[in-house]
Nanobody, 124 residues
């Protein structure tokens, strides 16, 4: 049974930082592309960042580029999202997701497995 468990969310003031973690089990972690997505209240879930299987290629949404960094540790079956210079508009539930296959994707429907999400709240 595949499980993706996010942690590290919380409340922070604007300009602050948080580091999200997503621990995976029940799958061959190194064979999966990993992505982070977020969903703000009343809005659709949106792409944030993606990392390829080896960790050598990353891609970000324009809204977080230069502030967020995605990384992975295949030995620990964990993907991270370092979030710096947080803004109130970053407030959302953040989800990690796993996608089989070689190619990275920003499309929600391409992902096979999802975590339960972790809340990030940024106050001004």
């Amino acid at each position: 049974q595949v499980q993706l468990v996010e942690s590290g969310g919380g409340s922070v003031q604007a300009g602050g930082s948080l580091r999200l973690s997503c621990a995976a089990s029940g799958l061959t972690f190194g064979s999966y592309v990993m992505g982070w997505f977020r969903q703000a209240p009343g809005k659709e879930r949106e792409f944030v960042a993606v990392i390829n299987r080896s960790g050598g290629v990353t891609y970000y949404a324009d809204s977080v580029k230069g502030r967020f960094t995605i990384s992975r540790d295949n030995a620990k079956s964990t993907v991270y999202l370092q979030m710096n210079s947080l803004k109130p508009e970053d407030t959302a539930v953040y989800y990690c997701a796993a996608k089989s296959g070689f190619y990275a994707s920003i499309e929600l429907k391409a992902y096979n497995y999802w975590g339960q999400g972790t809340q990030v709240t940024v106050s001004s």
